[in-house]
């Protein structure tokens, strides 16, 4: 075990930081959109169809110049290249991390510091899925009787499913004639809920698991092959109905799944930045491989951006050094995501792995204890709906929660006064967070509404709102698919950046495999209706609790 400390808290920005944070921690947003005329034009970025919004945040030009000194003194600029040239910065699995060749240019060669061109192989996989999915939609692939297919089902769970998930229900607008389902937990009332809505003669089910052999899936899978068997199909129909993407060839094959439908991908595409790759086969089913490539040319254009813009109009550097001044100076807990937009629903639950899967860590990439916070919780829904349930707190709460609202310029709908309203609520809420409501304020208003003095005093303290809280605003023109692999790719650099900065291995996930081997003892524990002698006291006497019960049913 190590016992040398981690370097950031030693670096001259850091220093200085902590000391421009006792400067400007008391002052009001409010002052500093006074004494800076232009702030919404010096703290915003127009980049395509994006625009980030930054000047709602507790800052000053020093702050930035300061976390940016930060972000030079950790070396950011020379990890990205580390990044995307290909070299093992995943050092704890010793990995490549190159998610971000899964989507650059198809056409020409990308090659890493080993000397391999990883193309050739991107390549025929991306052709193996437009053939694909071409082929279900065109009806040219059926299920065993001939019939189309109507129905697919991914089964596959954390990086297998929450970013096909939230993408495929992103982009339902350009969806095709064609139903697509996600299971994940091994829960049966997952499968059992989405298995009574199916035909098996028009169900295609994918099987996503990078190692194929995560227990949920392969739970689910065995499940849902009993289903299409029991439904009178003979064995020989299996490979038509059942295929698989995955690295783990022999294990898929082993399951039955015939090798040509197997979709493979590689051990440098980490399981939450896998949507990219042949785990993003159900976007492809659901909305067409063009659009499929269109969300991959958007993520592609955002990691030009992200490789070559200078460190202070990089956006997700920014939005990242953001995160690291309210984490570790203002000593924020949480950070909130706020998609003024339908359609990005999950997009908060899908920050939430790719976020505190790849920085909640206690540990240096060298294996020494930090001595600072590392990644913040992520949560959030859509507004309107948060405005009515959790934004109380964020007005008038006691904590600093830094919050993204994102939203599109256009609606894709445009039905009535509906974008409107939406937009109105999106630019005022962030506008009440900043601005509050002082008490000079609140007692006129109420002064106005013809209350007598006691009243007013015995009211006004809870009429106060003390504003001040750091928003980000992101615009998008319009959901497209090249517009959503973006902002994914934006989120997925920003995590990274901020790990730069802690100093972590943001692409292991150690707690991750203990949840996946932890289950297996009690698993066979209940296998009887015999106590157990063995565990701590609460969990032995929760199992025993469990046997009895459930053996009385
Ligand atoms: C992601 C994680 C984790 C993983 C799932 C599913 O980065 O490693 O969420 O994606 O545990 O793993 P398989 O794809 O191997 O089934």
Not at 57 to 82: K, S
Not at 127 to 143: I, L, N, P, W, Y
Not at 319 to 335: E, K, P, R, T, V
Not at 425 to 454: H, M, P, W
Request: net charge negative; with cysteine; proline share 4%.
């Amino acid at each position: 075990m190590t016992i040398s400390t981690p370097r950031l808290k030693s670096l001259p920005a850091w220093q200085k930081l902590k000391q421009h944070y006792k400067e400007i921690s008391n002052v009001h947003m409010r002052e500093l959109f006074t004494s800076q005329p232009d702030r919404f034009d010096d703290f915003s970025i127009a980049w395509q169809e994006l625009l980030l919004d930054y000047s709602k945040n507790r800052i000053t030009e020093e702050t930035i110049q300061l976390l940016v000194e930060l972000a030079n003194e950790c070396g950011l600029p020379e990890a990205i290249e580390r990044m995307f040239t290909g070299e093992k910065i995943n050092n704890t699995e010793g990995r490549e991390v190159l998610h971000t060749a899964l989507r650059s240019n198809i056409n020409k060669p990308y090659n890493i510091v080993s000397g391999d061109d990883v193309m050739p192989e991107i390549r025929a996989e991306l052709e193996k899925m437009k053939d694909f999915s071409d082929a279900v939609h065109s009806g040219r692939t059926t299920g065993y009787t001939g019939k189309p297919f109507t129905s697919v089902v991914n089964i596959g769970i954390g990086g297998s499913d929450l970013g096909p998930h939230m993408v495929v229900n992103a982009l339902q607008y350009y969806q095709k004639d064609i139903d697509i389902y996600f299971v994940s937990n091994v829960d049966d009332a997952d499968i059992a809920k989405t298995l009574k809505k199916l035909d098996p003669e028009t169900t295609l089910f994918i099987i996503s698991s990078k190692t194929f052999t995560t227990w949920e899936t392969l739970t689910n899978a065995h499940t849902a092959r009993k289903w299409f068997l029991q439904s009178g199909a003979d064995s020989s129909a299996l490979s038509k109905h059942f295929i698989a993407v995955s690295s783990n060839v022999p294990e898929a094959t082993a399951f039955g799944v015939a090798e040509e439908n197997i979709f493979e991908f590689w051990d440098w595409v980490g399981g939450r930045y896998s949507l990219w790759s042949a785990i993003g086969l159900s976007i492809a089913l659901a909305v067409g491989y063009d659009k499929f490539s269109e969300l991959l040319a958007g993520a592609h254009a955002m990691d030009k951006h992200f490789r070559t813009t200078p460190l202070e109009k990089n956006i997700p550097v920014i939005l990242g050094l953001l995160g690291i001044w309210y984490d570790n100076f203002f000593g924020a807990d949480s950070q909130a995501i706020i998609p003024y937009d339908q359609y990005l629903e999950y997009l908060p639950s899908y920050l939430q792995q790719a976020d505190m899967e790849s920085n909640g860590k206690r540990v240096t990439r060298n294996g020494e204890e930090v001595d600072y916070n590392t990644g913040l919780i992520v949560w959030g829904t859509t507004g309107t709906n948060g405005q009515h349930a959790y934004f109380q707190l964020l007005h008038q709460g006691t904590r600093l929660i830094p919050a993204d609202f994102l939203a599109a310029v256009e609606s894709l709908n445009d039905i009535g006064e509906h974008h409107r309203l939406l937009i109105a609520n999106f630019l005022a809420q962030t506008e009440a967070l900043i601005r509050g409501k002082t008490v000079d304020e609140a007692r006129a208003s109420l002064e106005e509404s013809g209350l007598d003095n006691e009243a007013i005093e015995k009211i006004l303290p809870h009429k106060v709102f003390p504003g001040n809280q750091p928003t980000n605003t992101i615009f998008y023109q319009k959901l497209t698919p090249f517009n959503l692999g973006a902002l994914i790719a934006m989120y997925e650099h920003k995590i990274f950046a901020q790990g730069i900065i802690w100093d972590l291995n943001s692409f292991d996930q150690w707690g991750v495999e203990l949840g996946k081997s932890l289950a297996k003892i009690i698993y066979d524990e209940l296998d009887d209706n015999e106590p157990v002698t063995t565990h701590g006291q609460s969990t032995r006497g929760l199992i025993n609790y469990f046997k009895q019960k459930s053996s009385m049913i």
